[in-house]
Antibody, heavy 122, light 109 residues
Framework: QVQLQESGPGLVKPSGTLSLTCAVS?????????WSWVRQPPGKGLEWIGE???????NYNPSLKSRVTISVDKSKNQFSLKLSSVTAADTAVYYC???????????????WGQGTLVTVSS | QSVLTQPPSVSAAPGQKVTISCSGS????????VSWYQQLPGTAPKLLIY???KRPSGIPDRFSGSKSGTSATLGITGLQTGDEADYYC??????????FGGGTKLTVL
């Protein structure tokens, strides 16, 4: 059973950089899956941030692309998120998730972390 | 404003059936499979349906999915109070990103 666990600071100052890590257990990050970050502002819906493959290939949400960096550490079986120049609008629960793409037009998240709340405030 | 459109809320009585719609365009639903997620209060989303109508192991057959053109539908039969949750549809978009619906809150009266 694959498990994902997010970790990182729960409070970030405005204009600072949000940094989170997702530890993967019960499976290899080098498997044929994509690894994503998804966020959910309080009381609102889900927003996909971006994803990474174990090779280092990435895709980002166009609306966040200029501020996002996702990286992978295969030796630690984990991947990370950095979001720069944060504002109060970036306050959200941040989830990591495993993305599966069985065919060219198929993509879904089958495993999710429990989520971690990050608040942007001075 | 979400790329995919869902009704904000739906409700039905225990034992009844409910459907939740998800509307998109040719750049997303029209050319890709749809997945559905259930988010119980205070928890992470959980995969309910993938590739339009497939259920992961452990998901009861009370949950079903379908797709036609640029719209998809989640159906839930035999409603239980434990089904009260937010439901989200999701799919891949030609902008090279994953897109979600705004979510639908299901109330079991």
């Amino acid at each position: 059973q694959v498990q994902l666990q997010e970790s990182g600071p729960g409070l970030v100052k405005p204009s600072g950089t949000l940094s989170l890590t997702c530890a993967v257990s019960g499976g290899s990050i080098s498997s044929s899956n994509w690894w994503s970050w998804v966020r959910q502002p309080p009381g609102k819906g889900l927003e996909w941030i971006g994803e990474i493959y174990h090779s280092g290939s990435t895709n980002y949400n166009p609306s966040l692309k200029s501020r996002v960096t996702i990286s992978v550490d295969k030796s630690k079986n984990q991947f990370s998120l950095k979001l720069s120049s944060v504002t109060a609008a970036d306050t959200a629960v941040y989830y990591c998730a495993r993305g599966r793409s069985r065919t060219l037009h198929s993509y879904y998240f089958d495993y999710w972390g429990q989520g971690t709340l990050v608040t942007v405030s001075s | 404003q979400s790329v995919l459109t869902q009704p904000p809320s739906v409700s039905a009585a225990p034992g009844q059936k409910v459907t939740i719609s998800c509307s998109g365009s040719s750049s997303n639903i029209g050319n890709n499979y749809v997945s559905w997620y259930q988010q119980l209060p205070g928890t992470a989303p959980k995969l309910l349906i993938y590739e339009n109508n497939k259920r992961p192991s452990g998901i009861p057959d009370r949950f079903s999915g379908s797709k036609s053109g640029t719209s998809a539908t989640l159906g839930i039969t035999g409603l239980q109070t434990g089904d009260e949750a937010d439901y989200y549809c999701g799919t891949w978009d030609s902008s090279l990103s994953v897109v979600f619906g705004g979510g639908t809150k299901l109330t079991v009266l």
